[in-house]
């Protein structure tokens, strides 16, 4: 979602504040701006699209200063326009914002008639307007930016910048995670900590509600409540590797190519010998009855395959929503109903919502994040950390293939604890997980292949996605993935539901692409798949090399994976369906990284 960034530095801060940007650049944006003051004047300039955009107007119209806030914007109110583009400025206050202000109407309403009008498209617009209204009322900056915070409904976070001000900005979070960077002489306020980090390593999180007056020299928060609030300032260590390419062409392609690592990294914080650790306090899963999943996108998708694995291997049943709807739907909760969120970065505005309606019902709250400083991390009894590390793609790869690793881990002590699993069968249960990371590495070997089957299929403007039992997520994951990317219309169906309709669709202009491990349900795959070869339609099939000999005969196309356990094909087969997607894209010449119109952690509704 939209970046953040503010400096008060020692030095000309319009450099500073574009290369911060660049660091927020893969949550996804479609404009960018910077405003600055030099002595006493404020200033801005806005451009549309990249940031190379703001750096050739800066070329032509330089800012100065050495204090100053920047801002890209992923557009929700008003389209992608340099009116519409952050920093929102109106009188002698300019304002950022990540967030969505839900009583902007009423605001507009009250600012007009007090003879305001607006300009923009935006709900930004109206936190400027109103809080230059509250400085024409003769409030100081800090008193005028806090009266106009407490009229303001939805979810954000905010930094203001003043004409006449150069050592004050003011910051609030309420629903958007922001984070202040503490520096020699200098301050610094940021989305996260990767925008921060060539400035500073010494941060203090905003927690809900947090209002924060920042100098130089100090920071003082108060609470929601208006009381001091003393924030922990934490050391973080963000690794510069892993905010490069690595001489990747993309972030993308790095980040498969890292999921061996990162798989083996999420398992040494949990596994010890033959037993599982985890995090404090635990969880006692003997006094689980049922699980409510609840997650997003790729995280939904683990989730729906951790639901199978709860089911088949600890014998809880269980949930899954879709966060968006789930708390609208107001679902009974029963007595020994644990719930379980999942979210890459842990601030997910309607994940985080739903955990917070679980809040009153629910017996326990657990979570599986990657960010443990992370609103959602800090709300859960449990929170496991999946350890992948910083993901800069907007299409999650590794993040994912962590999610399902560590919900695998606790499936595991789920089924142990609940005596589903004999020592000695978790133990070889574990001696399997520990292989995974090798097995990964193997299946990375079909890069080539999954490239040379993708520029035919990049030709494609619909394809299917077909997967039974535990693989059926692994089809909707490798369809969304490849949509998201490359723009190509794809659709994953359970293969049992492809002749109550979809196959319809099958000609010889849409591939079908058949996720299908020698497994109990191979020979049904098979048969649906079968089904669509008799009827013209194109098929690639993904399947181990016995899976091949025996099926292979008459696919159009085939690629050929390790052979594991039946638990961990999930999280294998994610490997092609990642790749897959990824050469598609490149094939057609997408913007793999930052594909259009999508953000990396979505912040409102």
């Known amino acids: 979602m939209c970046g953040i960034v503010g400096v008060l530095g020692n030095n000309e801060v319009a450099p500073i504040l574009v290369e911060a940007l660049k660091r927020l650049e893969y949550r996804g944006y479609d404009s960018a701006g910077i405003a600055t003051v030099q002595?006493?004047?404020?200033?801005?300039?806005?451009a549309v699209g990249k940031l190379v955009n703001l750096s050739d107007t800066l070329v032509h119209q330089p800012l100065f200063g050495k204090s100053g806030i920047g801002h890209t914007r992923w557009a929700t109110h008003g389209a992608a326009s340099v009116k519409n583009a952050h920093p929102h400025r109106a009188g002698k206050v300019a304002v950022v914002h990540n967030g969505i202000i839900e009583n902007f109407r009423e605001l507009r309403a009250f600012l007009a008639e007090n003879g305001i009008g607006y300009e923009t498209d935006t709900d930004t617009e109206t936190v400027a307007l109103l809080t230059e209204y509250f400085l024409r009322q003769g409030n100081a900056p800090v008193d005028a930016a806090k009266q106009t915070i407490a009229r303001l409904e939805g979810a954000y976070a905010l930094c203001f910048l003043f004409e006449g001000e150069e050592d004050l900005l003011v910051a609030a979070r309420k629903g958007s995670p922001l984070a202040i960077g503490h520096g020699n002489g200098e301050m610094f306020v940021g989305s996260d900590a990767i925008a921060l980090a060539p400035m500073t390593n010494q941060i203090t999180y905003l927690e809900e509600g947090d209002c924060a007056v920042i100098t130089r020299t100090s920071l003082e928060i108060v609470d929601i409540n208006g009381a001091l609030a003393n924030r922990e300032l934490r050391k973080v260590q963000i690794d510069a590797a892993t905010i490069d390419k690595g001489g990747y062409k993309h972030y993308m392609a790095k980040e498969i190519a890292e999921q061996p690592t990162v798989t083996t990294n999420a398992m040494h914080h949990y596994l010890n010998g033959a037993t599982i650790e985890l995090p404090a306090p635990g969880v006692d899963f003997t006094k689980i009855e049922r699980l409510t999943m609840v997650a997003c996108g790729t995280a939904y998708y683990a989730c729906v395959v951790a639901k199978y694995w709860f089911e088949q291997i600890a014998g809880i049943p269980v949930d899954v929503d879709v966060a968006s709807e789930f708390r609208y739907r107001e679902p009974p909760i029963s007595k020994g109903t644990a719930a379980l969120f999942v979210s890459q970065s842990g601030e997910t505005a309607d994940t985080l919502a739903a955990l917070r309606y679980c809040r009153a019902h629910a017996d326990?709250?657990?979570?599986?994040?990657?960010?443990?400083e992370s609103s959602i991390a800090r709300e859960s009894d449990l929170a496991m950390l999946i350890h992948a590390g910083t993901e800069i793609g907007v299409a999650s790869t590794k993040a994912f293939t962590c999610q399902l690793t560590t919900l695998a881990i606790l499936v595991l002590e789920a089924a142990a604890q609940k005596g589903r699993l004999t020592p000695d069968e978790l133990a070889q249960r574990l001696d399997d997980l520990r292989a995974l990371p090798g097995i990964l590495n193997i299946a990375l070997g079909i890069e080539s292949a999954c490239e040379a089957v993708s520029h035919k299929l990049a030709e494609a403007r619909?394809?299917?996605f077909l997967g039974r039992g535990q693989m059926y997520p692994i089809a909707m994951e490798g369809?969304?993935?490849?949509?998201?990317i490359s723009y190509i219309h794809a659709e994953a169906y359970a293969s049992g539901e492809l002749?109550?309709?979809p196959i319809a669709l099958v000609d010889q202009n849409v591939p079908v692409i058949?996720?299908?491990?020698?497994?109990?349900?191979?020979?049904?795959?098979?048969?649906?798949?079968?089904?669509v070869m008799a009827r013209g339609g194109k098929v690639l099939l993904v399947s181990d090399k016995k899976g091949i000999a025996e099926?292979?005969?008459g696919t159009w196309e085939t690629l050929t994976m390790p052979e594991v356990p039946d638990m961990l094909a999930p999280i294998l087969y994610a490997i092609p369906a990642q790749l897959i997607a990824y050469y598609t894209a490149v094939a057609k010449g997408t913007d793999v990284d930052q594909p259009r119109n999508l953000a990396k952690s979505v912040t409102v509704e």
């Open 39 to 46: 002595e006493g004047v404020l200033d801005r300039r806005r």
């Open 364 to 372: 326990s709250i657990l979570s599986v994040v990657n960010v443990p």
């Open 462 to 464: 619909d394809i299917l």
């Open 479 to 484: 369809a969304l993935k490849l949509k998201e």
């Open 499 to 501: 002749k109550h309709g």
């Open 514 to 531: 058949v996720m299908a491990p020698r497994d109990a349900l191979f020979e049904k795959t098979v048969s649906n798949m079968q089904e």
């Open 551 to 553: 099926a292979g005969e």
